[in-house]
T-cell receptor, first 109, second 115 residues
Framework: GIQVEQSPPDLILQEGANSTLRCNFS?????LQWFHQNPWGQLINLFY???GTKQNGRLSATTVATERYSLLYISSSQTTDSGVYFC???????????FGTGTSLTVIP | NAGVTQTPKFRVLKTGQSMTLLCAQD?????MYWYRQDPGMGLRLIHY???????AKGEVPDGYNVSRLKKQNFLLGLESAAPSQTSVYFC??????????????FGPGTRLTVL
């Protein structure tokens, strides 16, 4: 199946700092989503972004489909941003989603 | 709207016992998914359904069965639980494949321990 790699695996930030999370995938996709898993385990969809750029408040995401990667930007980080960020992709063939292993973000005050 | 709900939230089983996890959604979504999440790993797809009465295997289907008799419900069964099935199980649903409505909404998870 498709390979999905996220980097960095762990990230510790001071409150107010900016960060960039990366997701690389090994095949063409028709769906890419970013999720945040909070410390209580709940998964929240952040972006549906198979291509292009989107922004939602302090978060933005860019997917360059031709080069098979996506970036999630977090600006002016807050302690509530802590948790694990996952990207998930669906290859052009099939209905299955494949998740990366995530980036664990800790924001300290 | 309750969104996606899962029952139960926690369960402890002995090896060889059976159980069924229930996922329910009230968003009239066509697609439903069962994932498992193990420490340090992302989510892996167990089974999924593209509509009432349909099911298909995902990445790690062995040891599990599913049924989608009603559009709003997706059941995950373990016929003979094994310690390797200790995990957190998540259910998700989405409207249709393709386009911005193809966004997955997740339930709160079920933490299962098999002794």
């Amino acid at each position: 199946g498709i390979q999905v790699e996220q980097s960095p695996p762990d990230l510790i930030l001071q409150e107010g700092a900016n960060s960039t999370l990366r997701c690389n995938f090994s095949d063409s996709v028709n769906n890419l989503q970013w999720f945040h898993q909070n410390p209580w385990g709940q998964l929240i969809n952040l972006f549906y972004i198979p291509s292009g750029t989107k922004q939602n408040g302090r978060l933005s995401a860019t997917t360059v489909a031709t080069e098979r990667y996506s970036l999630l930007y977090i600006s002016s980080s807050q302690t509530t941003d802590s948790g694990v960020y996952f990207c998930a992709v669906r290859p052009n063939t099939g209905n299955q989603f494949y998740f990366g292993t995530g980036t664990s973000l800790t924001v300290i005050p | 709207n309750a969104g996606v709900t899962q029952t139960p939230k926690f369960r402890v089983l002995k090896t060889g016992q059976s159980m069924t996890l229930l996922c329910a959604q009230d968003m009239n979504h066509e697609y439903m998914y069962w994932y498992r999440q193990d420490p340090g790993m992302g989510l892996r797809l167990i089974h999924y359904s593209v509509g009432e009465g349909t099911t298909a295997k995902g990445e790690v289907p062995d040891g599990y069965n599913v049924s989608r008799l009603k559009k709003q419900n997706f059941l995950l069964g373990l016929e003979s639980a094994a310690p390797s099935q200790t995990s957190v199980y998540f259910c998700a649903s989405s409207y249709v494949a393709g386009g911005p409505t193809d966004t997955q909404y997740f339930g709160p998870g079920t933490r299962l321990t098999v002794l």
